[in-house]
């Protein structure tokens, strides 16, 4: 791939078929506070490790790919101010002007499966945002995965977009959705949305065999998300998440917040207004999808 490097060990694993998982850069850069940011990225490749597995780190630095992050490049992504968010849009002025960025979702799945890696971890899925018939919002997250073949493994998408609106999308888009181990779809801080799924899935092997019959069955390419709760007891208080996103809400539409802004707003409210408890059920949703993320990988 063009302006593209890979580590050994990343490498070493794809060619001889060992379970690799890609994780998003984003989460480090501009998800989580200095200096546990850093800390966090150390747990999630430990985590991946532990299962057998090799994390693929993915980010863009001084205009190049990399696929695979070592400690010096990961501190880089946590503590350099000049690291921006690069959407998969982003990616060409990006590698063209020798910017260095961390990828979203949309950047890393798509990276991730040029690259060769089948599995990606990450923590909530963008989607249809509220009020899309006024805005018509819609993450770049959806239209990657339409075509993007990869089994991505989260906690839903974000609590602060519409889910009902979303997970329509996804199903016209073709994006294939199981629940792991329940029959309602996620809420990202919280267990479920309450939206039901079609399918559930128990196991790392049954992820892989369904995995197997769609690569059987052919046909465009396009993601399996992997919808995975966070454990109840990790989940941020459903009373305290519905009344502190309403002040959101109305927050952000008196301040007059459109468009790319509106999410990352919400998700810093959540954060301030529920002394850091979101913040901990988000850590907390990463750590879980990122060991099924692994399971899954060995388990193909």
């Known amino acids: 791939m063009l302006l593209t490097e890979v580590t050994e060990e990343v490498r070493e694993a794809l060619d001889a078929r060992r379970p690799v998982v890609a994780l998003e850069s984003t989460i480090i850069a501009h998800g989580l506070p200095r200096p546990r940011n850093l800390a966090v990225a150390a747990e999630l490749e430990e985590i991946v490790r532990s299962a057998g597995a090799v994390?693929?780190?993915i980010a863009v630095l001084d205009g190049r790919v990399h696929i695979g992050l070592d400690r010096a490049r990961w501190e880089r992504i946590s503590q350099d101010d000049g690291v921006r968010k690069l959407g998969r849009r982003d990616l060409a002025p990006a590698l063209a002007t020798g910017t260095s960025g961390a990828t979203t979702v949309s950047a890393t799945a798509?990276?991730?499966a040029r690259a060769g890696i089948r599995v990606f971890a990450t923590g909530g899925l963008g989607g249809v945002h509220r009020?899309?018939?006024h805005e018509q919002d819609e993450s770049a997250d959806l239209r990657v995965?339409?075509?993007t073949?990869?089994?991505v493994v989260c906690a839903g998408v974000k609590s602060v977009l519409d889910v009902p609106a979303t997970l329509q999308r996804l199903e016209t888009l073709g994006v294939?959705?199981?629940g792991y181990g329940t029959d309602r779809f996620p809420g990202f801080y919280l267990t479920s949305s309450g939206e039901p799924v079609d399918w559930t899935v128990h196991s790392p092997d049954e992820v892989a065999a369904v995995v197997r019959a769609r690569e059987a069955l052919g046909g465009s390419p396009a993601a399996l998300v992997v919808a995975n709760p966070v454990p109840e007891s990790e989940q941020l208080d459903p009373a305290l998440h519905d009344r502190v996103l309403g002040e959101a809400l109305d927050a952000c539409r008196e301040r007059g917040i459109a468009g790319q802004a509106v999410t990352p707003f919400l998700l810093d409210f959540l954060t301030r207004r529920t002394g850091g408890a979101s913040l901990e059920a988000n850590v907390a949703a990463v750590r879980g999808n990122?060991?099924?993320a692994a399971l899954?990988?060995?388990a193909l």
């Open 131 to 133: 009020d899309w018939t």
């Open 55 to 57: 994390p693929a780190g």
């Open 296 to 298: 899954i990988a060995a």
């Open 176 to 178: 294939g959705v199981v």
């Open 290 to 292: 990122v060991r099924l």
């Open 145 to 147: 995965l339409a075509e």
């Open 110 to 112: 798509f990276l991730a």
């Open 149 to 151: 073949d990869l089994t």
